[in-house]
């Protein structure tokens, strides 16, 4: 319908159509079904009708209203075929580099080139499109004599579906005039529009070219097909969450069935745990340090638990510890990070490897990266050992007043203690292959998974 017919009517033409007893009873009739439209189709979660303007005793206009209609499927899934031509001058370029470079505005949809060379072609599934917009005007002759007049958009479907569809809504007004229709409509695009179009389990896209300006229907779709496709994940990924929390599910781990709305679900993988199982999951690890271990309860998934699951389930505390945690791990795991030993501050080392020379910011202390003690620029690292033969040298040297004596002692005996805690360690531990972290057997098998998940198995020897 052309929505310039709506403005012919002025307001005297209004007044006194509104005065007249078949005026009256149309704005009567009007008002009754906005209002039983809203009740129908609106909800505290989604206003489907939306009023824009209204008539009004005051200050006579007309009711205008947008309807966001989404059209089912008869099938289960949805195949969405994309079609985007290749420009001649991408075809028969100078270079080869066109051939090879899909267009950049399809960001998340991988592109192929057809086997002609003339389009990138893709695809994906959806189990819901995006809605279709109705925008309506009643004038003042509704429902007595003529139909609304309405606007219909939708950006998946092409000028002349929208056509075609348009003229399906005339020919229902035809059917049920004069009784008003928007509900029927509303109906019709909800339930038979798809199939009506031959739109069962495939759609393809393409770019959208506008009618001319004379055509009662019109797509309103940009050339921006990225978007399009964009909307329509979007929609599809809200409307399959909604699905999933409105109905019974059963955590693989629990085993309970509860209401969807009480899962997690992890859309990389598509797996969904309780989440009494996932907080659970969660606080163990972030108890035991093993935050890189957060991934996936499902013992054959790898994908890591998204940060927004990790706070929804975890209290403040718990959420701290565990970006702290997350934070050290990823700082450990950079090569030219270490810690001080004086203060176990963060230090970064020197870029130039072969110094091996570190400084804490914190105590001030430099220190070699290799064996740890104060830099020794340019002299190979001693051992424990040839640091106690030095010390003992200067213990025994003559000549000592009272209190170096007495401070080469202390640093022997020091030493001394440092020297027997490593062989202790070494003969009663055995060092993580991963992340180098000492590991004492106190019982059970040689089996052994340490804190950052890898599995090893432990040395005999090293049985108590």
């Known amino acids: ?41 609106n909800s505290d979660a989604d206003e489907k009708v939306k009023l824009i303007s209204e008539l009004e005793k005051e200050n006579l206009g007309l009711f205008k209203i947008i309807v966001k209609v989404c059209p089912k499927a ?104 004069p009784m008003v229709i928007v509900f029927t409509w509303i109906d019709w695009l909800e339930n038979n529009m798809l199939s009506y179009l031959g739109i069962t389990d495939n759609l393809v896209l393409h770019l ?22 964009a909307q329509i994940i979007r929609y599809n990924q809200e409307q399959m969450r909604l699905e999933f929390c409105q109905s019974m599910q059963e955590c693989p781990v629990c085993l309970m069935e509860k209401p969807g709305i009480h899962f997690h679900k992890l859309q990389e993988c598509q797996h969904f745990f309780c989440t009494d199982c996932m907080r659970e999951f969660c606080d163990l690890h972030v108890r ?106 200067q213990v025994n040297r003559k000549g000592l007043s009272a209190a170096e004596h007495e401070k080469f002692v202390e640093m022997k005996r020091k030493l001394q203690e440092e020297i027997d805690n490593k062989i202790f360690v070494k003969a009663k531990t055995q060092f993580c292959p991963s992340c180098k972290i000492a590991i004492e057997k106190t019982a059970g098998c040689n089996k052994m998974t340490c804190k950052c998940g890898t599995f090893f198995l432990l040395a005999v020897c090293q049985r108590n």
Request: proline fraction near 7%; glycine fraction near 4%.
């Open 208 to 229: 959208s070219s506008s009618l001319p300006d004379d055509c009662e229907v019109q797509n309103s779709a940009s050339d921006d097909l990225g978007e399009v496709i």
């Open 74 to 177: 008869e099938t289960e899934k949805i195949h969405i075929d994309v079609v985007l031509p290749i420009e001649e001058e991408t075809q028969y370029g100078a270079t080869a580099a066109g051939w090879e470079a899909p267009p950049t505005t399809l960001k998340n949809l991988p592109l192929n080139r057809s086997t002609s060379g003339h389009r990138w072609q893709g695809s994906f599934d959806v189990k819901y499109l995006s809605p279709l917009y109705l925008d309506i005007t009643f004038p003042p002759t509704y429902p007595s004599s003529d139909p609304p007049s309405y606007q219909l958009s939708c950006p998946w479907l092409t000028s002349t579906q929208l056509e075609c569809t348009g003229q399906m809504l005339d020919n229902l007004w035809q059917e049920g005039k």
């Open 1 to 41: 319908m052309d929505l310039n017919k709506i403005t012919s009517y002025n307001d005297n033409t209004a007044k006194q159509y509104s005065n007249n007893d078949s005026g009256s009873s149309n704005i009567e009739e009007q008002t009754d079904e906005i209002t039983v439209l809203k009740s129908v189709y």
């Open 288 to 393: 035991d340090g093993t935050v890189e271990a957060l991934k996936c309860p499902d013992i054959k998934c790898n994908t890591i638990l998204p940060p927004s699951i990790v706070q929804a389930v975890l209290g403040p505390e718990a959420y701290n510890r565990w970006e702290e945690l997350l934070l050290q791990k990823t700082l450990d795991a950079m090569a030219d990070t270490d810690y001080c030993p004086r203060c176990n501050s963060l230090v970064i080392a020197e870029a130039e490897e072969s110094l091996h020379l570190a400084h804490c910011t914190v105590c001030l202390f430099s220190f070699c990266t290799e064996c740890r003690r104060c830099w020794h620029q340019g002299r190979p690292c001693t051992s424990d050992e040839e640091q106690l033969r030095a010390i003992e040298e």
